[in-house]
């Protein structure tokens, strides 16, 4: 989610005064249950009900296809193995056909080795994008129809390509204003099982400068655009469990991308988890974290950082991280020609998955720091080498719809992809630096892999022989990579 939402949205009252008001209409996957109208009282925490859903999907020859969703999910997989694909793009929701435009690539990705897929905001939001919510229940979005989402959803599981959805619960827009003028009102406008989401000023942080809640003080850092959430609360976590078993149940989503995740205190990601998909599930935080300048230098050590991470890890328990750290080292050494900022003190990578490679999750460009808005983009030039460091390297890497649409640099990533799953290399593979100077960086990855990146040439005796059983496997704008055979 991008700073640039706000500007676009202007004043910050103004953001949550519309929501693209839901039409109630009925449901057909689950029974309804009514619910109070009323703030509940805080009490035991309870586990989420799960409910059976069916789901209807109509074939291309125009009959019906009924399954249940819990009979399409894949065999379980290892998430250390996993390939992500960011699904969408800053813009993707122009058209308002982008959940039919990704159903018709489904074999395309199964082919190319994508094990999950990363779907934008669900629900229907006061920004075309997703990230203002207001109706969860509600799926009629800009990208498609709640109909065209679950046949999506359909398609990929049986594709074996696990749909992730985009949660945005740091804040919520509200649907109507109070007596003293702020919008603290919801409404829960569409039938749905399981909690209440009609809730008002309890469910707000008390210190959100903008909308004056009367819940406990924020547990992170403010989002200006719309009312923070009161984590705290046992009624708003009740009623985001619910809707977040609901999306599994009901649509077919087997893990969850946290949007904005500084904005409230880990330990709850870490419930939302265990009480929606379960500890096991691929999960994924966004911490856009603050790395080190001096002015426009990024410095060499940026272990702060990396402890920052750590920390929220520790709290979060279940969930990954973007990988920010080694997006921001990375580009500036390719950028400036500084490979040797790719290793760190301890000759380990200098991000995140130098400490925690499990626990990341890299990539070369998101919908924020690359796609339209180009906030924080990798070199143009040398975007095929960024994906040569990702999909060789240890953590879980995460590409880029929008890569996807280049042709030479879709076949580059297809051939990066089929080299990392054909050599076994996983989040947590063995690396080995063997070089990192400023304008060459060799490395090792799980015995079986060596990457070259940089301009000069003479690797020296670094170089991989064929004698030994390397074979050149993929090259590119200054890089190559082997693989022994």
Not at 29 to 58: C, D, E, H, I, N
Not at 188 to 201: M, N, T
Not at 408 to 425: E, Y
Request: glycine share 10%; proline share 7%.
């Amino acid at each position: 989610m991008a700073g640039a939402l706000c500007l676009a949205l202007g004043e910050r009252h103004a953001a949550c005064t519309t929501t693209g008001a839901a039409v109630a209409r009925p449901r057909p996957a689950a029974p309804l249950v009514t619910v109070p109208r009323r703030r509940p009282a805080a009490g035991r925490r309870r586990a989420a009900q799960p409910t059976r859903a069916v789901l209807t999907v109509k074939l291309s020859n125009g009959d019906e296809a009924v399954d249940e969703v819990e009979s399409l999910r894949p065999p379980p997989l290892p998430t250390t193995g996993a390939v992500l694909l960011e699904g969408f793009g800053w813009q993707s929701w122009q058209g308002n056909a982008w959940w039919r435009t990704l159903r018709a690539q489904v074999p395309d990705l199964a082919k190319l080795g994508i094990t999950h897929i990363w779907l934008p905001p669900p629900s229907s939001s006061v920004s075309n994008e997703g990230y203002l919510p207001g109706q969860l229940y509600n799926l009629d979005s800009k990208y498609g129809s709640e109909e065209e989402l679950r046949a999506l959803c359909a398609d990929l599981l049986r594709a074996g390509i696990r749909p992730m959805a985009d949660i945005v619960i740091n804040h919520r827009c509200a649907d109507d204003q109070d007596e003293s003028g702020a919008w603290t009102v919801y409404r829960d406008k569409v039938p749905h099982p399981g909690s209440s989401i009609a809730w008002g000023r309890w469910a707000i942080t008390c210190n959100d400068p903008s909308f004056r809640g009367q819940g406990a003080p924020d547990s992170g850092e403010d989002y200006g655009p719309a009312p923070d959430l009161d984590h705290t609360n046992q009624a708003v976590r009740d009623g985001l469990v619910d809707w977040l078993s609901w999306l599994r149940s009901h649509v077919g989503f087997e893990g969850w991308r946290f949007d904005f995740v500084k904005g409230y205190h880990p330990r709850f990601t870490a419930e939302y988890i265990e009480r929606s998909v379960g500890p096991e599930a691929f999960c994924v935080g966004e911490n856009f974290v603050d790395l080190r300048w001096q002015g426009s230098y990024l410095e060499r050590n940026q272990d702060d950082a990396r402890n920052r991470f750590k920390g929220w890890l520790r709290e979060a328990r279940h969930c990954r991280l973007f990988d920010f750290i080694t997006k921001g080292i990375l580009q500036e050494a390719v950028k400036h020609t500084e490979y040797d900022r790719l290793r760190d003190g301890g000759g380990r990578a200098p991000g995140l998955i130098g400490w925690c490679p499990d626990m990341s999750v890299t990539f070369v460009d998101n919908h924020d720091t690359g796609s339209t808005q180009q906030h924080w983009p990798f070199p143009r030039g040398h975007l095929g080498l960024g994906y040569a460091y990702i999909l060789t390297h240890p953590g879980i890497p995460c590409l880029l719809h929008e890569h996807l649409m280049d042709g030479p640099l879709r076949k580059t990533i297809a051939d990066l992809v089929a080299l990392r799953q054909r050599a076994g290399i996983q989040a947590d593979s063995k690396l080995e630096i063997l070089a990192a100077e400023h304008d060459m960086y060799v490395a090792r990855i799980n015995g079986n892999v060596t990457i070259k990146m940089g301009p000069r040439y003479d690797m020296g005796n670094l170089v991989p022989r064929k004698e030994d059983g390397w074979a050149l496997a993929v090259t590119g704008n200054d890089f190559a990579v082997w693989q022994k055979q």
